[in-house]
């Protein structure tokens, strides 16, 4: 395909000669599928150095590697074909492919859809269509120092269109659906069409990883328990979808994160969670081409960490809609830009704020600093109720002009609310004439989240149909 191994030659290289040479190193598709239909459990097959070109069907609790992804490649000899369609081992005995590149246009990369074990390490994916690893139904899953890119560039992404599928281009570098307990290490994704990672109904844990300059979503979780360590989001490109970009999106997910990036989004959010559990800690959530974060009817939301900044986003730095009881603190949102509405289809409002809390009762923000935020600081919206619902506690708001630091307004401010409130430049004065009236957001709906498609299709026909054709 002359794909080639492209921006993670690096990768690549730093791996070489961790493998040494089998005594049977092959070089040959038919030799090598035979050496696959003939292993057993525990049995390696090394791919010499070279390229070899087919489609191969790995046994359960075979390990199948070659000389390093640098050295050894398997491509896909056929367009929308699968590179390794593999059978996940048992429990202590999992399949496991290393050491190798895999390029394919279409299918799979790296398919395995059954119970079972399999771990994946020190691998290169490069995708012209279809999907880099398609998972379904694994008790475990380990992915270690893994790079996959496919072609999505941010000079290339409006050329797509809003209309594609994984016949056109390459979608998903990683798709999980109903993994017990997947487990990333290292794991690097770049140049995807749908999304750099998709987790569906799984468990997943990540650490030091990114999913880097990927078209519509860097990371997107629905209904999964996830634990994101040391992972980015950054430069996630809008194109000419119909839809925000989201740097992440989740939805009815458990969400951990520690020490997360999620920057420059085009046209779009940093991170949108909608309904479930989310925790952040030492979150930079900085120049994102919309709000920094969205969290609306949430479970439980809270903020912390004395790192924790959200600066030079547009329309909002922190927006939390019908989330009682959450927690902001230790925070920094600096230098949000008042614009017209959010990139999305509901109804626009002129917007700048560095927090936004509304419907939320019960909700604290504590030891936050939110300076020249272009419109306002922190505006809560009492909904009728009053700011006994509402803790700001070592709150420092600071801005010049006309820009407000700490209001409330639709329901009772009473005495002392705002006690422990330092307000700095313009914003005392500013703060004392304010009357209300200011427009808040509106929740997101489903016709601005990410397309549900793929996800509907592999629901209802399994893995395989994210990359099928739309009809």
């Known amino acids: 395909m002359g794909i080639g191994l492209g921006r993670w030659g690096a990768i690549a290289a730093a791996i070489v000669g961790v493998y040494g040479c089998d005594a049977s190193p092959i070089c040959d598709a038919a030799e090598l599928q035979g050496a696959l239909d003939g292993a057993h459990p525990g049995d390696r097959v090394t791919v010499g150095a070279c390229r070899i070109e087919g489609s191969f069907q790995v046994p359960a609790g075979v390990i199948l590697a070659g000389q390093g992804p640098e050295t050894s490649t398997l491509a896909a000899a056929e367009a929308l074909a699968t590179a390794l369609d593999v059978t996940p081992g048992t429990v202590g005995q999992p399949t496991r492919i290393e050491g190798l590149s895999v390029e394919h246009d279409g299918g799979f990369a790296i398919r395995a859809a059954d119970v079972g074990e399999l771990e994946v390490r020190?691998?290169?994916?490069?995708?012209?269509?279809?999907?880099?690893?398609?998972?379904?139904?694994?008790?475990?899953?380990?992915?270690?120092?893994?790079?996959?890119?496919?072609?999505?560039t941010a000079s290339s992404a409006s050329m797509l269109g809003d209309l594609y599928d994984a016949t056109d281009t390459a979608t998903f570098g990683v798709a999980l659906f109903s993994v017990g307990d997947a487990q990333l290490r290292r794991v690097s994704i770049v140049g995807y069409g749908e999304a750099g990672l998709v987790a569906s109904r799984s468990t997943l844990s990540w650490t030091d990883g990114s999913s880097d300059v990927n078209l519509g979503v860097g990371i997107r979780l629905e209904r999964t328990t996830a634990t994101l360590t040391n992972v980015s989001a950054r430069n996630t490109l809008r194109g000419f979808r119909g839809v925000p970009s989201y740097g992440v999106f989740s939805s009815n997910s458990a969400v951990t994160t520690t020490n997360m990036v999620v920057s420059d989004s085009q046209q779009g959010f940093g991170l949108i969670h909608v309904g479930g559990d989310v925790t952040h800690a030492n979150l930079v959530a900085n120049d994102n081409g919309g709000a920094g974060l969205l969290a609306q009817e949430m479970d439980s939301f809270s903020m912390e960490g004395t790192t924790t900044q959200l600066m030079r986003n547009e329309f909002a730095g922190v927006l939390v809609l019908d989330s009682p009881a959450a927690e902001l603190r230790d925070l920094t949102v600096e230098s949000t830009a008042l614009v017209m509405g959010l990139p999305t289809g509901f109804e626009t409002v002129m917007m700048g704020d560095g927090v936004q809390l509304v419907r939320s009762d019960g909700s604290r923000v504590t030891d936050a600093i939110l300076r020249n935020n272009e419109r306002v600081g922190v505006l809560a919206d009492l909904a009728g109720g009053s700011t006994s619902s509402l803790t700001l506690s070592n709150v420092t708001v600071e801005g010049t002009g006309t820009q407000l630091g700490a209001v409330v307004q639709n329901g009772t401010a009473e005495p002392g609310w705002d006690g422990t409130v330092t307000r700095l430049g313009a914003t005392l004065t500013n703060d004392l004439a304010f009357t209300g009236g200011l427009d808040i957001s509106n929740v997101v709906g489903p016709g601005d989240f990410p397309p549900a498609g793929p996800l509907m299709r592999a629901e209802t026909e399994g893995i395989d149909g994210i990359v099928a054709p739309c009809d």
Do not use: F, H, T, W
Request: charged letters at 25%; hydrophobic letters at 45%; a negative charge.
């Open 122 to 152: 020190d691998v290169v994916i490069c995708s012209a269509r279809g999907v880099g690893l398609g998972i379904e139904g694994l008790d475990r899953l380990l992915l270690e120092d893994i790079g996959l890119e496919g072609p999505i």
